[in-house]
């Protein structure tokens, strides 16, 4: 199936590839004809500019302006363009406006390095230049050196032009004179300083908590920043933009005014814009002129509340209240936001806290302090959006939420609701605090059901009945209509069936907690964290059985949850025994002394599960086509997708195995047989989208008409109708398969025709 040409406009479907330089333009050309006849549209690419050496990602970008050669170059992505074309689909690039690698690699950080705040890229990046002792020049630091400055100085070597510390060869001023390193290196427009003083002293504004990244200043850039980007819109070999982290620009409406602008002068009529915005569970997208939507997190969200039974929920909260730490979810995110602050971010609030001093020198520092932390600990979204008109209604209603109405919270409230240098800073740095603390700190604590744990979810969440979920979608559909509804991205926690075998667990919440008190305890691994690994090797529990690669990547994932989690270990800190003892026990489950007693009580359950989850993911495969928005699929996703979160959800993808499957076997008892294989998925795909796209109008510009029905289960079934110009189509997906769920796959016989 050829789909229609839409080189402009709204995708049908979008497919999701992280490019490499082992999977670079090349072999996504290689993959365009099987793409086609899955029933997609347009290509949605990984950053294709130039990245730093070994980057495995793209987000680490050196240069705007040049085609990754890492990828392939130009001539390949030319290539690509042209293979896609002549199969009917578009492409929509990923592109990375927030920040750059700070590398000198980079040339224009390089050239910063080099000149400072004469270099005409200064201004590029958002760097507070301070002068520090005994430095001839207001400098930047970077946090390079993995000791003290005096103990490091005699390993810091000089060179012709360069100096060379940890390996990193950094450029010399121009005007250096020769002298003793100490002298030399305060002759710079750099300060080094220890990578563990990072937190405290860095003075550029950074992607989080990477010192790698620099943060960019994208509205004095802009120009300089799309010049590649332009060039290959009038070529007509991009149709579509999404942009990562629009959170972190200073001015995310007037950016994307001016993106949308600069792509229709060069020639794309109707640009398909998305952002990567994380939405919060009532939170609704704010105003960003030319923008069709976000990038899909809380629809998945929606999709997986949607699974989630109540009355089992309600099980597994009494189970882990029973298993986990004595404090209340929301405490436990009261604390985790203080921590980050306290840990990762003690730069950053100490450089609000004198801006704000400054605007009004009547309170104490310590004062101002205390008020901010409490805003950003209670601040609901993200970010704010106030800009130069002010704050809109939404925007102050979360300002005032977040602040109290005397002494210096009043105050915060008041200068955190207008324009101004400080209110940029701080809606700059709210979203990193928001992130580093839920996604990568809480959802690593809090285990009531780890399903709920995901980008733009929370563990505190609970299940959407059939009402709920169709006033959600009809919001949706009103501010965002052509909006990404995504299942999985390369940032998702787990894999988007493994999510669902997670939600399973709501059906089966009884037999689930007597199996866990019979599963093997330790003496050293934490009740916490053995609950977490119960869960996650269940939701990844491979169809054809248990092996050593499977005790890796659970061994793998558990590193980074400990490290993540930042109680028993950490990034900056691992604490290498207990690290030791959770990999010991992972190893003790599945291939070692528990192993049998541990699978006699596991094995069913994960069965189950993956029956159960096969069942849901199916039918969220129907809703994600069919649904008001564009449906995205992430690579490889068309088999059963039983990923943990990165670096393992970006596996290698067997296309071959996925392309002979499309062209297989399509009886659909064959496949129902079989459905350990994938086949069946990848089937259910090509069908929803071959719908789709034959009825086009309808999905993209149709009305959504909840139904109900006296015949109808309406507590198991999802229902509506899409309608367009007198074309209606009726959709109806079951929310729980446990009733029909039997024997190696399902029963369908008390379901009416």
Not at 20 to 40: C, D, H, Q, S, T
Not at 99 to 104: E, F, N, R, V
Not at 232 to 237: N, Y
Request: some cysteine; hydrophobic content about 40%.
């Amino acid at each position: 199936m050829a789909p229609r040409p839409q080189v402009a406009g709204i995708p049908a479907a979008t497919y999701r590839l992280q490019l490499r330089p082992e999977f670079g333009f090349a072999a996504a050309a290689g993959i365009v004809p099987y793409l086609r006849r899955l029933g997609i549209s347009h290509l949605y690419l990984s950053p294709i500019t130039a990245a730093r050496s070994g980057s495995t990602h793209g987000y680490d970008v050196i240069d705007y302006n040049v085609v990754s050669p890492a990828l392939g170059g130009e001539d390949a992505f030319v290539a690509l363009s042209e293979t896609a074309r002549a199969n009917g689909l578009g492409i929509i690039v990923d592109f990375v406006p927030n920040h750059m690698a700070a590398s000198p690699e980079n040339p224009w950080w390089a050239d910063v390095l080099r000149r400072g705040m004469a270099s005409p890229f200064a201004g590029y990046f958002d760097i507070d230049w301070r002068q520090f002792d005994g430095f001839r020049h207001k400098a930047v630091t970077l946090p390079l050196l993995d000791k003290p400055y005096d103990e490091a100085l005699s390993e810091i070597r000089l060179g012709d032009g360069e100096i060379v510390c940890s390996g990193v060869s950094l450029p010399m001023a121009a005007d250096t004179a020769r002298g003793d390193p100490a002298d030399m290196l305060a002759q710079q427009h750099y300060r080094l300083i220890p990578w563990r003083d990072a937190a405290r002293q860095i003075n550029y504004r950074r992607f989080f908590d990477i010192s790698d990244l620099v943060g960019t200043n994208a509205e004095a850039a802009f120009d300089d920043m799309h010049r590649l980007l332009a060039r290959l819109v009038r070529e007509k070999r991009i149709d579509g933009v999404r942009l990562d982290h629009v959170d972190g620009l200073r001015d995310p409406a007037r950016y994307c005014e001016r993106l949308r602008r600069l792509l229709k002068d060069n020639g794309l009529a109707e640009p398909y814009l998305v952002v990567e915005k994380i939405l919060e569970a009532d939170e609704e997208l704010p105003a960003l002129p030319g923008i069709h939507g976000t990038t899909g997190y809380e629809a998945l969200n929606l999709l997986t509340r949607l699974f989630v039974d109540e009355t089992g929920l309600d099980r597994l909260a009494e189970l882990w209240r029973e298993i986990g730490p004595a404090v209340l979810a929301e405490e436990m995110r009261v604390d985790a936001k203080r921590q980050i602050l306290r840990e990762l971010f003690p730069g950053g609030l100490a450089d609000l806290v004198g801006r704000l001093q400054k605007l009004d020198g009547a309170f104490e520092r310590a004062a101002l302090e205390a008020a901010l932390v409490d805003y950003l600990v209670r601040l609901p979204v993200y970010r704010t959006y106030v800009d130069d008109q002010g704050a809109s209604d939404a925007d102050r209603k979360v300002i005032e939420g977040a602040t109290d109405s005397d002494g210096a919270s009043a105050f915060l409230r008041a200068a955190a609701s207008r324009p101004g240098e400080f209110t940029a800073r701080l809606q700059q740095f709210s979203g990193p605090v928001m992130a580093k603390a839920i996604e990568d700190t809480l959802f690593y604590r809090d285990f009531r059901l780890l399903a709920l744990n995901e980008v733009g979810g929370g563990p505190e969440l609970w299940p959407l009945t059939a009402q709920d979920f169709h006033a959600a979608v009809l919001r949706r559909q009103g501010r965002q209509p052509q909006g990404m509804i995504a299942t999985a991205t390369h940032d998702t926690k787990r894999g988007e069936d493994a999510r669902l075998r997670l939600a399973s667990l709501t059906f089966m919440a009884e037999d689930w907690r007597a199996a866990v008190t019979a599963f093997p305890d330790d003496p050293v691994v934490s009740p916490e964290h053995r609950y977490m690994l119960w869960q996650s090797m269940l939701g990844a529990w491979p169809l054809d059985g248990v092996d050593e690669r499977f005790a890796e990547r659970i061994k793998s994932f558990a590193i980074k949850a400990l490290r993540e989690g930042k109680q028993r270990s950490r990034w900056t800190a691992p604490d290498s025994a207990y690290e030791k003892s959770v990999e010991d026990y992972v190893d003790r489950l599945l291939t070692g002394s528990d192993s049998e007693d541990f699978r006699r009580g596991f094995v069913p359950l994960a069965e189950r599960a993956a029956r159960l989850g096969a069942a849901l993911s199916l039918a969220q495969l129907v809703l994600k086509a069919t649904l008001p928005g564009v449906p995205d699929f992430y690579q490889g996703c068309e088999f059963w997708d039983l990923s943990l979160v990165d670096p393992d959800n970006r596996r290698e993808v067997d296309f071959d195995k996925r392309s002979a499957a499309l062209s297989g076997a399509s009886d659909w008892r064959v496949l129902a047989r079989q459905w350990r294989e994938g086949g069946i998925k990848i089937k259910v795909t090509n069908e929803v989208l071959r719908l789709r796209q034959d009825h086009l109008p309808v999905f993209q510009w149709g009305r959504y008409r909840p139904l109900t029905s006296a015949t109808m289960d309406n507590d198991r079934t999802i229902a509506f109708a899409r309608e367009h110009d007198g074309t209606g189509i009726l959709v109806a997906a079951c929310c729980n398969p446990a009733s029909f769920v039997s024997g190696d796959w399902f029963d369908f016989s008390d379901w009416q025709s």
